[in-house]
């Protein structure tokens, strides 16, 4: 028998609060996504940073990672590591796995806004090894159709196709709306997926629930195996939002710091590797880890 085909809604709505960031009194961090794990798989967390930094000095540094990927869209400004500077409407996705070291640092005067998600990787991918994907603004599939411009970064979706190759299956599509334009595209009814509003609103839906600038909406999902409908309308002022989609992993994770492991005591390993200068820094990465499209 066909698995039956759904309309997504919206199952949930959020809208996460303004709070301090880390990189001192310039910086501003919402927490579109955290410590929500058992609802969100295979998306672990996602930072919406805002720095206007008004003083020359450095910020940011070194830091490491391992066991997941980190997928950066950023909005406004730039932000780069010894190899690598990205620019507004640029994307990276970094595959920590095994553990690596990156440097994203911001030197001067300097406005960014920047998207990152922490994605789950399998488990039989856990520890690949490291690499990194830079998609640039220019070079990112793109199409305008009725009023709506889509660019999309990871995955399949209205179309398009990204280059950038995924240990989970998914989809990263930023969406431009004029004032009364509509959405109406596919997913895999079996992906968890959700909106993220940057400007104006939208109606998501049959029943066209409202969701507005810096409001996250979760969809609700289907069967494995069947097709889903999305559909988007935009408010009367236009609107931007990003939509995330991607296939969960069904399997629990530990959560400490800046690593991701399957057991605790893989943690204590990780710091381990990383004080003892065990974990590879980017820019030693060779030409089969980086990949610049």
Do not use: C
């Not at 010894?82 to 996705?93: A, L």
């Not at 640092?105 to 490291?130: F, H």
């Not at 989609?245 to 991701?260: K, N």
């Amino acid at each position: 028998m066909e698995n039956q085909r759904i309309t997504r809604r919206i199952a949930s709505i959020k809208t996460p609060p303004v709070q301090p960031g880390f990189l001192g009194p310039d910086h501003t961090a919402r927490a579109v996504i955290y410590n929500e794990f058992a609802h969100s798989d295979p998306f672990i967390l996602l930072m919406d940073d805002f720095l206007d930094k008004k003083d020359d000095k450095p910020v940011g540094g070194p830091h490491p990672h391992a066991g997941f990927e980190t997928v950066s869209l950023l909005l406004e400004g730039e932000i780069g590591d010894e190899t690598h500077t990205m620019k507004q409407g640029d994307f990276q996705m970094m595959t920590a796995g095994s553990g690596i070291v990156h440097s994203e640092t911001i030197e001067g005067r300097s406005r960014m806004r920047l998207l990152q998600l922490w994605l789950n990787l399998p488990k039989a991918d856990r520890w690949a090894e490291p690499r990194v994907q830079d998609l640039a603004f220019d070079n990112a599939p793109a199409a305008e159709k009725n009023g709506v411009r889509m660019v999309l970064y990871s995955g399949s979706f209205a179309g398009l196709h990204s280059p950038v190759k995924n240990h989970v299956p998914l989809v990263v599509a930023d969406m431009r709306l004029q004032p009364g334009a509509r959405l109406n595209e596919t997913l895999p009814a079996s992906y968890n997926a959700f909106l993220y509003v940057i400007e104006g609103e939208i109606r998501i839906g049959d029943d066209e629930q409202n969701l507005r600038s810096n409001q996250i909406g979760w969809l609700d999902r289907g069967e494995a195996g069947a097709i889903s409908d999305i559909s988007v309308l935009a408010g009367n002022v236009g609107a931007r939002a990003v939509l995330y989609a991607g296939e969960p992993q069904h399997d629990e994770i530990v959560s400490y710091g800046p690593f991701i492991s399957d057991h605790q005591d893989e943690i204590k390993g990780l710091y381990n590797d990383f004080r003892h200068g065990k974990m590879k820094h980017v820019s030693t990465l060779g030409d089969g880890q980086r990949f610049h499209y």
